[in-house]
């Protein structure tokens, strides 16, 4: 059944890479203010699937519909214009640019014309608060000034937050935000997105369950690039599919 | 702090070139007013692909070709009688911008390798053009027909104000430049450059600024190569030679990539270079092959790395 | 235009063709497998022809100067490779090139000082000189038509080698995937100076058959490489069958187009026209095919899959 009120609508949605199938008549919805996560074992496919909801990856077939609109054939800028937002399970920022450069550039994309020649950027009030502010709330307000590269991994995984957040998103993909954290780290970012919640509609991919049952309202399972159910934490808890393919699994990762 | 000692650099050396031509009067020695000025030419050219190379990570290994347009845009207007300056650099900004838009709207949708081979390939068949041009001199060449007059108030057949003329346009072109890279535009590009994955990602789609690079730097050798053949007096395909294209990205690497004394640092140290090297021997070409290797290999940062803060903007 | 002037035209299309393979498949083999962009391959080839015509003056022997030849250029690759290149496979392609460019002008001198700048000519010994009657009164030079099947020889072993060997499998999965092939414990480095050696002696061989028939000067590389270039653009990267076949269109449009693109003007414009837009026209056609092709196929006809 479809959800008419749903902000994102993946339909039918199949990549295969060779004989590879790596998305396999994915189907979901995601309703706005949804924090959606999709678990699924390593090689379940669920970075391709980001990949083509955020447009680095052309799907084979199916359809992908963002606030009413058909998107499978737009581009990634395209997309992030329109208020799809991913961040990166490996970390892409720019490591010769400060925290806030990085910010900054990320509000510019979404802050009038960027075909001006003679203004300096970061002189531009326009940019530089935005970004300040959303360093503030990301916890990386004393560090506006140090460079990406010499930032610590965890500030990096912040960054990245934070970029996503200075594109103004209607949805945000975030791909393993917690990836290579300390648990004082993941205890801090969980508690961040945690607030995000409602606010913000989010599709979260993370292998952390604890993270994922604290702020999922729904959960689908990716296995072999199938989804092979979606529900609530409750639910999926008790699945018995579930529990067999992936949480029967020792979580380790 | 860094941004002064970059002020302080660049003032330090624009003073020092326009010191030239009273020194090189004192010690009757008009061949240094001739190289330095010499030097700015090649500067402005470097200048020009460090925009696209330096800060847009675009390998555009066909640059030369903006400096035949160039000159070729003047020789060809002086041939046919036309010596005003006004319309001459007119012309050679206009035709450089117009053929880099074409060579750059097809280029620029590949990349890596093949943007290197096309660009490269693009400004051979601009050199095989120039050398099937024979009412200008086809392979050989011709003289240039008259110099360059700017409306009575300056001629560049008079080698001091032709050496100030082109200093100022240095000067302008270096602050044209840094304004462009500090701005929204040049913000872009460098981001591009630096991960064109996460600049895709925030919204932006970077054709089009790479285009828009691409014609400026085309523009601006183009006005490199209006002067350059007032230097020479003298107009060839060889100014589209791809070891040209080769020497000035050398220039750009040697002075430093992504800053903005680095071109003008790079163009003197080449051209000092060659200079001193051929004053030994004919073979110089097989001493400074070896000495370019090694830089690649070793010196990456080029000359502005040793300076205070690295010279980067 | 009579059928003997084209029939010779193209035949000298598919030998020009052949030439530029054998020179596109070692640079596209090189960049494929290490992908290191090397434009002293142009280098190569010049030693080629130099050595092919000192030799051949030194022994008066056509068959003792070939193999020599050949010998030499390869064992100048490995030196190449072993001092200047290795360092090379890491870094980016901006310091691959500009590096690759110094060797240019390092062996462009060379060759200058050890013999001159002049053009040096050579003879071909008489088993090859002269013509072979082809058939219908058609005449073709001995040594084109000798090129032309040796080149042809040449694509086919390679093909052997490609598809049908160990050697080739390794090269196919290095080419669509380094770091895995590195993975399962091939030796790498072997790997990658066989490969060069291979893409030193196609370069090589490709100049010791060019020195009868073209010039031989210092530069002659470079004229050839951005050719080169244009057939692997046209081709596809890192693909010997994109190489076989843009060589093969490159070599055709270039040859009958500067032989029959002013007289075909003529008949469409004026004859004066023709005269100065004809060979200007034929030079940049080969560049405006490469347009034309980027233009619909940014990846080149045949892109290596994977």
Known sequence: MTDQTALLHVDNLSKSFGALRATDQVTLQVRPGETHAVIGPNGAGKTTLIGQLAGNLQPDSGHIRFAGEDITRLAAPARSRKGLARSFQITSVYRDFTALDNVALAVQAHTGSSFRFWRPARADRALREPARTILDDVGLGGRADVLAANLAHGEQRQLEIAMVLATKPRLMLLDEPMAGMGTDESQRMVRFLGALKGRHTMILVEHDMDAVFALADRISVLVYGRIVATGTPAEIRANPEVRSAYLGEDEED | MPAHARTVTIAVVLAALAAVPPIAALLGQPFYLDLFRRIMIFAIAALSLNLILGYGGLVSFGHAAYLGIGGYAVGILAHHGIHDGFLQFGAAIVASAAIALVIGAISIRTSGVYFIMITLAFTQMLFYLGISLEEYGGDDGMRLAGRTQFAGLLDLRDPTPFYYFVLAVLAGFLYLVHRLVNSRFGMVLRATKSNEARTRAIGFSPYLYKLAAFVIAGAMCGVAGALFVNQTAYLTPAFMSWTRSGEIMFMVILGGMATLIGPVLGAAALLLLEDLLQSWTQHWQIILGPILVLVVLFAKRGLAGLLPGGGRE | ?306
């Open chain 3, 1 to 306: 235009m009579n059928l003997v002037l084209f029939l010779e035209q193209t035949l000298n299309g598919l030998q020009l063709g052949v030439m530029l393979f054998l020179m596109a498949a070692g640079l596209t083999l090189v960049f494929g497998i290490m992908n290191l962009v090397n434009l002293a391959h142009g280098s190569l080839y010049m030693v080629g022809a130099y050595l092919s015509v000192a030799l051949f003056k030194l022994t008066g022997s056509y068959l003792l100067a070939v193999p020599l030849a050949l010998a030499g250029t390869l064992a100048v690759g490995m030196i190449v490779e072993l001092v200047a290149l290795r360092t090379l496979y890491e870094r980016d392609h901006l310091d691959q090139v500009l590096a690759t460019f110094g060797l240019i002008l390092f062996f462009n001198e060379l060759v200058a000082i050890i013999w001159g700048r002049a053009a040096l000519y050579t003879t071909l010994p008489d088993w090859l000189s002269g013509q072979l009657e082809l058939f219908a009164g058609v005449r073709y030079p001995t040594y084109r038509a000798a090129i032309i099947v040796v080149g042809l020889g040449v694509a086919a072993l390679l093909w052997y080698v490609v598809t049908r060997t160990r050697l080739g499998m390794l090269i196919r999965a290095g080419a669509s995937n380094r770091t895995m092939v590195a993975a399962l414990g091939i030796n790498i480095r072997l790997l990658y100076t066989v490969v060069f050696g291979f893409g030193a002696a196609l370069a090589g061989l490709a100049g010791l058959m060019a020195g009868p028939i073209y010039t031989v000067q210092p530069g002659m590389g470079e004229d050839v490489l951005i050719e080169v270039f244009v057939v692997i653009v046209i081709g596809g990267i890192g693909s010997i069958r994109g190489a076989l076949a843009g060589a093969l269109i490159v070599g055709m449009v270039d040859t009958l187009g500067r032989a029959f693109l002013k007289p075909v003007l003529a008949t469409i414009v004026s004859p004066t026209a023709a005269e100065s837009a004809g060979p200007a026209l034929a030079s940049m056609l080969i560049y405006l095919l490469m347009a034309a092709v980027l233009a619909v196929r940014p990846a080149g006809l045949f892109p290596p899959r994977g």
